[in-house]
Nanobody
Framework: QVQLVESGGGLVQPGDSLRLSCAAS????????MGWFRRAPGKERVFLAA????????YYAGSVKDRFTISRAGAKKTLFLQMNSLKMENTAIYYC???????????????????WGQGTQVTVSP
């Protein structure tokens, strides 16, 4: 059973930075992809970034590619999302998600992930 626990959210001003963390446990993550999504109030879940646990390959949504960076501390099974130049429209609950790579879905597809944490709130406000 995969457990994912996000942390690092908070209230920041436009232009600020935040680093989210996700502590993963419950299994080894061979052939897994892990990603970050967000859900704003009243909106659908949106893919932000993903990382292949075996290869370290990364994938980004075009809207965040130049501002967000996904990384990991493999030995500690921790996933990070460094977010720079935050905007008010980035206000959302951010979720860490994990999925075994079956080869059916691309890393950017919501269907590629079937485990997620409780989320961490990020609020960007003047």
């Amino acid at each position: 059973q995969v457990q994912l626990v996000e942390s690092g959210g908070g209230l920041v001003q436009p232009g600020d930075s935040l680093r989210l963390s996700c502590a993963a446990s419950g299994r080894t993550f061979t052939n897994y992809r892990m990603g970050w999504f967000r859900r704003a109030p009243g909106k659908e879940r949106v893919f932000l970034a993903a990382l292949s646990w075996d290869t370290g390959n990364t994938y980004y949504a075009g809207s965040v590619k130049d501002r967000f960076t996904i990384s990991r501390a493999g030995a500690k099974k921790t996933l990070f999302l460094q977010m720079n130049s935050l905007k008010m429209e980035n206000t959302a609950i951010y979720y860490c998600e994990a999925g075994w790579n079956s080869g059916v879905y691309s890393a950017t597809a919501t269907g590629a992930y079937n485990d997620w944490g409780q989320g961490t709130q990020v609020t960007v406000s003047p």
